[in-house]
């Protein structure tokens, strides 16, 4: 089974709120990987996070990996209806040389 | 700017007939990559190849072949499509790692009936 969990699998978000979006593994990660697909599109590379505790951001959006590396964030603060869209987490599983994605949470904008 | 292209936006076949679906990227990237992607699954990884004539199993290599002659192409094969092979097809393409950042293709939506 998937062994990266991602929840919410569906983010409503009203124009101008924060949301936030977590991203789980069952194992310790050397990095996590988050990707963003707009509609009808296909997923985009956004960030890669590879220090325990690390935090990056990129405009509105912060990202945070876990101390234990086995988790990470997203939060997108006053969302626009430009964030539309799904955003995945990827990281390779402790044994592994490939990445396994999480199923996404996909988020829709309330104007 | 990486270019990784897919043959077909769309594609429609029937049972048992083989299918190949093309993957082309422009950056001498040695890693590429065979996903599907079904709602509420996120992306599978099919086959990947990190290098020419190298093939991995991904996570659901049953059904499916790959093909890398060329560094720069990398085909996967639906020997004989069956209508749960109905789905979304993404190429990816890396360096480095494995699990380094990869770029997506635009995507080959197949229907087979």
């Known amino acids: 089974g998937q062994q990266v969990m991602q929840i919410p699998q569906y983010q409503h978000v009203q124009e101008g709120e924060d949301f936030t979006t977590y991203c789980n593994s069952s194992t310790t990660l050397s990095n996590i990987q988050w990707y963003k697909q707009r509609p009808g599109g296909h997923p985009v590379f956004l960030i890669q996070l590879v220090k325990s505790g690390e935090v990056k951001k990129q405009k509105r959006l912060t990202f945070q990996f876990g101390e234990a590396k086995k988790n990470s964030s997203l939060h997108i603060t006053a969302t626009q209806t430009t964030d539309v869209g799904t955003y995945f987490c990827a990281g390779p599983l402790s044994t592994d040389y490939k990445l396994s994605f999480g199923a996404g949470t996909t988020v829709t904008v309330r104007a | 700017d990486v270019k990784v292209t897919q043959s077909s936006r769309y594609l429609v076949k029937r049972t048992g007939e083989k299918v190949f679906l093309e993957c082309v990227q422009d950056?001498?990237?040695?890693?590429m990559f065979w996903y599907r992607q079904d709602p509420g699954l996120g992306l599978r990884l099919i086959y990947f190849s990190y290098d020419v004539k190298m093939k991995e199993k991904g996570d659901i290599p049953e059904g499916y072949s790959v093909s890398r002659e060329k560094k720069e192409r990398f085909s996967l094969i639906l020997e004989s499509a069956s209508t749960n092979q109905t789905s979304m097809y993404l190429c990816a393409s890396g360096v480095g790692n494995t699990y380094n950042e990869q770029f997506f293709g635009p995507g080959t939506r197949l229907t087979v009936l």
């Open positions: 950056m001498d990237h040695e890693n």
